[in-house]
């Protein structure tokens, strides 16, 4: 294909960092997860026919007619202002006294993450994480050569009285949690234990960064406030509109104190100049109409039926010995199975009956998971909920067989 | 505000990189051009009123009416493939045997830069750039910790000639080039350069990175082959719609070869999962049905107007001993002012009078351009560029009179 006399040897010229980039697992998935025909308990999408897809052709041509040249432009590294004043007032109403100045708009959350492992994270420097916790944080943060450290979780979320003798043991640069309807444990902090957290966090000065992608797919129970409501100037926030309007155009943001702000603009220069004015004013005007609000309750409707069909076939389905959690919101639901299963080994078997899950392993950044799984409820109809439950039910009755 | 007990020393938690990160001084001068009335060549915008509005109208209308499930879900790493397939037989009409495999969609040509820095440098690494050079390139990279050494220019662009010595003496990684109408200075790489330029990368085995925004962008003479059609295993090419389309989309891509891309990817999902799934389709939707093609056509003759108002005015008005590049495309020229002149002194003096521009010494990574100084020719009306070079004229007499 060309005449070229020699090739770089691309190998060795690698930055030492990029040995530990991986591929994600669960995008490489995905792609078992287009065979036709496939009941998929893999991914983390979002249902497409509950995206407001009216809304946004109504609000593309409304910024398109009134304002292209803003639009189309280049713009502000920190976001589109009026976009960064509603999401200061949407954390605000948990009485966190942010404003614009506390914002910054980013390709989705996991630029967030990206962001602050670049501004945080030197080579060596150790990451409390939930076991489980989310892979995305694991991958971004890979690239800047940290040690992981990590701390379980039980059905209330991260066990929050280990905390202080990990820190004790171990210098921590910040401790990073999912309080809300986890990914991909499913369970939700309660406030006693936020206060907690917050408190040994304090005692050992470390801060907290507190990933909400999830917070406001609520299907029952009351909300709990969030971290950054308890303890401001030493929580960093990040949220998404990934969930709650559509992950197709990559906005998430960050709330900080406005020294790191500072910090996070620079890298975000660096990163990408800024994020898409357009998909900013998109959102902003969908968001500002009242219209996210009223959609947000249409997304919660769709996604708590799908979770109650699927916790109803698991009781129906899944063998003695395999427990799961039961969560009040999110996307996500977390399998354990006796411990003679290898849920890598189960994949392999549920793949040929054409039902896919992401197992557990993947989300442990130092080994564990090996018997348990994670199930998506929010991506296929009630239906085949029922129908991929049942198979993969027996297909865990035949993996406990067959390792006996 | 708040009552927290204690807060977080910030800064003694920062990564050693961040203390490198710098703010741009080209987006914290773009907020002094927002004053009413000011005349400003600081930019490095396209005129906003030469985007086809229209084109994205229609286009932003037919994506979420044929494919809204699809424009607003995730989706690939590597961007949308059939605009991937589209870039990559752009770049092919080069002679570049180049597939869809070949190409990432990134944000913007920034995130590119971003993602080759964290993808090959290693602290310490040298990088080999011009000087001057695309300052947003020296940004991305020094989250990374590289050292730059630098290449002079003349009219002609890099300095090819200097380069055996160089990297005799110094263990580069890679040279960064911008061939075409170059930013900041306007110059363009012959051919003969270019073959050079190979050769020598190719003896000292280093590969190169070709950033190329402004190729298509050309007002006179004929088009000079890519480097990586003279040289594809071993160049990484980068293009971006924001000059031919619109910056406010943020859609830039990367030509590599595979094993290259393979790394990209990892880098690229940890960075941000993917590129926004409705942006790149609205572009692919713009790019296919020709109105790209016809729109470069459009802007090449709004900008080529301009940069004959510019080049004329200064003639007519800048005092002896000042000299500037007559760039053949682009955005950008350069003028270099008597040695006595300071131009970060001068822009004080400009901006008194209402004209902006970007002083020298912003461009180069290790001293220099103190004299010097970008002009931006495309996004003032050709009666404002006329006032604003009349303007300038004076204060870099003024300038030179109270130097001496």
């Given at each position: 294909m060309h005449d070229d006399q020699w090739t770089t040897d691309w190998q060795s010229v690698l930055a030492d960092r990029t040995k530990r980039m991986t591929r994600s697992m669960i995008r490489e998935l995905l792609k078992f997860t287009r065979v036709p025909g496939i009941i998929s308990f893999a991914g983390g999408l979002p249902a497409p026919e509950v995206f407001p897809v009216r809304e946004f052709r109504e609000s593309s041509a409304f910024v398109l007619e009134e304002s292209p040249e803003r639009a189309l432009q280049y713009s502000e590294t920190e976001g589109f202002l009026p976009l960064r004043r509603f999401l200061a007032e949407k954390v605000g109403k948990y009485g966190v006294a942010a404003g614009p100045e506390n914002v910054l708009l980013t390709n989705g959350a996991q630029q967030a993450l990206d962001l602050l492992g670049k501004v945080f994270i030197s080579p060596g420097d150790t990451v409390l994480t939930e076991a489980p916790t989310y892979l995305g944080a694991v991958q971004a943060w890979n690239a800047y050569e940290p040690r992981f450290v990590t701390v379980p979780l039980d059905d209330d979320g991260m066990r929050v009285d280990k905390l202080d003798e990990l820190l004790e043991r171990n210098p921590i640069k910040f401790i990073y949690v999912l309080p809300n309807f986890h990914n991909p444990a499913g369970t939700t902090l309660p406030l006693e234990r936020r206060r907690e957290l917050v408190d040994v966090a304090a005692r050992h000065n470390v801060f907290i960064v507190e990933d909400d992608?999830?917070?406001?797919?609520?299907?029952?129970g009351e909300d709990v406030p969030p971290i950054i409501s308890l303890h401001k100037e030493n929580t960093i926030y990040l949220g998404t509109f990934?969930?709650?309007?559509?992950?197709?155009?990559r906005l998430g943001w960050i709330i900080a104190p406005e020294v790191v702000m500072d910090w996070l603009v620079r890298a975000k220069q660096g990163a990408d100049?800024?994020?898409?004015t357009f998909v900013q004013m998109l959102a902003y005007d969908i968001a500002s109409r009242g219209i996210l609000k009223r959609h947000v309750i249409d997304i919660c409707r769709v996604y708590s039926e799908r979770r109650d069909v699927m916790l109803e076939a698991m009781e129906e389905h899944f063998p003695e010995g395999v427990a799961w959690t039961r969560p009040q919101g999110g996307l996500f639901l977390w399998v354990r199975c006796p411990p003679a299963v290898d849920t890598e080994k189960l994949l392999k078997r549920a793949l040929e009956v054409k039902v896919a899950f992401v197992p557990g392993f993947a989300f442990y950044p130092d080994g564990g998971g090996r018997n348990a799984m994670r199930l998506n409820?929010?991506?296929?109809?009630p239906d085949k909920i029922r129908v991929g439950i049942e198979r993969l039910g027996n297909a865990i009755r035949e993996e406990i067989a067959s390792a006996q």
């Open positions: 992608p999830y917070g406001e797919l609520r299907y029952e990934s969930k709650t309007l559509a992950p197709g155009i100049l800024h994020t898409g409820f929010s991506c296929m109809p």
